[in-house]
């Protein structure tokens, strides 16, 4: 998606909420939802975001998020890494708070800047995007960074255990399996990773266990 200016930005939503995912759930947290994205995961929550935006300012953004009593945000999507200026964005944003980025794997994150914490989407086979991972996004991943796996059924979580081992992405950050919302049941995810004694975290969406997928949550 084009803008006008390289300090701007397509903006679909900012809001305040209660942080669902990754290892700051829980946390009052300031989220900056980019519009634009060129993936089309089966799963998709947020399809409302792949056109609707507002060109901002980088300050205007800044402006909204500072209102907020909280140190940590989130750059969503949307694909954040479809824009271009959004590289620029974040060397402003993460010096100024706690940042996470949520990206698919299927945009380069080797210049993303070394103080944000990266929350990389690798795509299952059930998510229809399982082709756009690009793996040489492994080798710039850091301790602090975590890697999600959106887990849809069995086959999708045998795909992601022999996907960890073949890139050995365990030895890289900490792992995340996420129940498909609707279509996985956490209890049978949670079995089957105690049934073989995998080093990974669990994660439920927390927002929507408090307000279902209701928008700005």
């Known amino acids: 998606m084009k803008v006008s200016n390289i300090n701007t930005l ?54 909204k998020i ?3 009593n909280t140190s940590y945000v989130t750059v969503t999507g949307g694909e954040p890494l479809s824009q271009k200026n959004c590289y620029t964005f974040l060397d402003l944003v993460s010096s100024k708070f706690l940042v996470s980025l949520e990206t698919s794997n299927a945009y380069p994150i080797k210049d993303v800047n070394k103080n944000i914490s990266i929350v990389l ?5 059930r998510s229809n ?19 999600k796996f959106v887990i849809c059924d069995k086959t999708d979580y045998e795909w992601s255990v022999d996907y960890i081992q073949k890139h050995k992405l365990d030895e890289k950050c900490k792992i ?11 209890t049978e995810l949670a ?24 928008r700005g949550k």
């Not at 989407?121 to 086979?125: G, L």
């Not at 995007?129 to 890697?147: A, T």
């Not at 995340?176 to 956490?186: A, G, Q, T, V, W």
Request: hydrophobic share 30%; proline share 4%.
């Open 10 to 63: 397509l903006i679909n939503e900012i809001f305040y909420s209660i942080q669902g995912e990754s290892l700051t759930a829980g946390e009052p947290t300031t989220f900056i939802r980019l519009a634009g994205c060129p993936l089309r995961c089966s799963y998709c929550d947020t399809s409302y975001a792949f056109k609707d935006g507002e060109e901002l300012s980088f300050d205007s953004i800044m402006k």
């Open 66 to 68: 500072s209102k907020y």
């Open 176 to 186: 995340l399996f996420s129940p498909s919302y609707d279509e996985m049941s956490p």
């Open 191 to 214: 079995d089957l990773i105690l049934s073989d004694g995998l080093n990974v975290r669990l994660q439920i969406q927390l927002h929507k266990v408090l307000w279902g997928n209701e």
């Open 121 to 125: 989407d690798v795509k299952t086979p």
């Open 129 to 147: 995007e399982s082709y756009s991972n690009l793996e040489l996004n492994y080798n710039y991943l850091k301790n602090k960074d975590q890697i």
